[in-house]
């Protein structure tokens, strides 16, 4: 017999770890109601992310409904050696690598929300209105590696930690880190050309 749903809304607030970790649970016994509670706190974000990477829409419902039937299946298999979170992003990130090197790469008209930290990296130039911000920030963002363009979406689009993103991109926290150094440097650079200031170009490395 099918076990009954857990009621999982007395458990824990609403997308907390430990909600997740009870839909993961509930999931892995087969349970299609958390599935679909998870599907729904998940969808919308999975599309956010992937969605600043590819400007293919079909391309991005294709790793959404990958990434979350390998939900579905895999569930069983969690350990809660990372959040939930991560383990589903990461999930995300390898099926959109896939994606992405079977198909000609394609960088999305991805535009930046109001981020602290990026916003103060363009306030020393002046622009007109937020929407023009946003584009001018996410032309900069798209003039980077890959690598480092991906690390800076997870940290602060997502609000991924340091470590969770090394999980999630297979590699140290060493290098990380060192990738966030670097797209820092190469992003004020490429916001300081945009804008036609061109004293403070990166060097190709």
């Known amino acids: 017999m099918k076990p009954e749903p857990e009621n999982l809304g007395n458990t824990a607030p609403p997308n907390s ?14 349970d299609r109601i958390a599935f679909e509670q998870l599907y729904r706190s998940y969808h919308g974000l999975l599309v ?23 939900v579905w299946r895999g569930a069983s298999r969690f350990r809660a050696e990372s959040t939930p979170r991560s383990w589903i992003i990461a999930i995300a990130y390898r099926t959109l ?9 394609d960088v999305g008209a991805a535009t930046v929300d109001a981020q602290d930290e990026l916003v103060e990296l363009s306030q ?8 023009e911000l946003q584009q001018w920030v996410g032309a900069g963002l798209k003039m980077l590696p890959e690598e480092q363009r991906m ?16 999980e999630i991109m297979s590699c140290p926290v060493g290098t990380v880190k060192a990738r966030m150094f670097h797209a820092r440097v190469r992003l004020r650079s490429n ?15």
């Open 151 to 166: 690390t800076l979406e997870l940290a602060y689009f997502l609000g991924q930690s340091c470590e969770e993103i090394a």
């Open 97 to 105: 690598m896939k994606a992405l090197r079977d198909q000609p790469f």
């Open 48 to 70: 956010r992310f992937l969605i600043r990477n590819t400007s293919r829409r079909d391309l991005v419902d294709e790793v959404v409904n990958s990434t979350l039937w390998a």
């Open 17 to 30: 770890p430990a909600q997740e970790l009870a839909w993961i649970k509930a999931i892995a016994r087969g």
């Open 191 to 205: 916001l300081a050309t945009l804008g036609g200031d061109t004293r403070n170009e990166a060097k190709p490395e």
């Open 124 to 131: 020393t130039h002046n622009h007109a209105s937020q929407t």
